[in-house]
């Protein structure tokens, strides 16, 4: 059973648009919502988190949008680069052990 | 500062051979431990973690089992390994200092012929 759910699987941005990635969660306990960048053969790498008493977080050119009532939060990646090129995976955090979304693959074209 | 070291990075086995894959973190006391298995264009799933030496929790019954025999050290083995366990074996760890953030190593590549 997914317990977090992740939208697109794949989708595809002109350089300097904005691509969102939407996921959504069932258990209330979760507490920590982090998000991932991985690139083709190597580690998942942090890329920006946020927790539930927060609505949005913003770092550099990434944003987290967290909307508590509707268990959902997003992803915004602004001004879109080549170089974001990558798999974005959303996760949610309970009792030390994380749940990951399945995954989206962004294409950003130049 | 902190390091998180996997070794294999890939790994060609036959099926039948037993299996280990060994992480070492570096720079934190105590931390928390993961070993996640990602099939190809896939989520990650959580295989085992271990809050303490000697101390392992298995999410999901399977071929492989987990050891951390020493604080920083945590080890992924099989005795016999299977067609199904080919896969990309991520180890990650919490510091030791607390907090929620989880850091991936670079991962092993396994290859089950």
């Known amino acids: 059973q997914q317990q977090v759910k992740q939208s697109p699987q794949s989708l595809i941005v002109q350089k300097g648009g904005i691509s969102i990635i939407n996921c959504a969660y069932e258990?209330?306990?979760?507490?920590?919502f982090p998000w991932y960048q991985q690139f083709p053969g190597k580690g998942p790498a942090l890329l920006i988190a946020i927790r539930p008493d927060v609505s949005e977080k913003k770092e550099g050119r990434f944003t987290i949008s967290f909307n508590k009532s509707a268990k959902q939060f997003s992803l915004h990646i602004m001004d879109s680069q080549p170089g974001d090129s990558a798999t974005y995976f959303c996760?949610?955090?309970?009792?030390?052990?994380?749940?990951f979304g399945a995954g989206t693959t962004v294409t950003v074209r130049a | 500062s902190q390091t998180i070291h996997q070794w294999p990075a890939t790994l060609v086995q036959p099926v039948g051979s037993p299996l280990s894959l060994e992480c070492t973190v570096e720079g934190t006391s105590n931390p928390n431990l993961y070993w996640y298995r990602q099939a190809a264009g896939r989520g990650l799933q959580l295989l085992f973690y271990?809050?303490?030496?000697?101390?392992i929790s298995s999410e999901v019954p399977q071929n492989l089992s987990a050891s951390r025999p020493q604080d920083r050290q945590f080890i992924l083995s099989s005795k016999k390994l299977l067609l199904s366990d080919s896969g990309f074996y991520l180890c990650?760890?919490?510091?030791?200092?607390?907090?929620?953030?989880?850091?991936f190593g670079p991962g092993t590549r396994l290859t089950v012929l």
């Open positions: 271990s809050v303490g030496i000697g101390q």
């Open positions: 258990n209330t306990a979760f507490d920590y």
């Open positions: 990650a760890y919490t510091p030791g200092t607390g907090g929620d953030e989880q850091f």
């Open positions: 996760a949610a955090s309970w009792d030390y052990k994380l749940s």
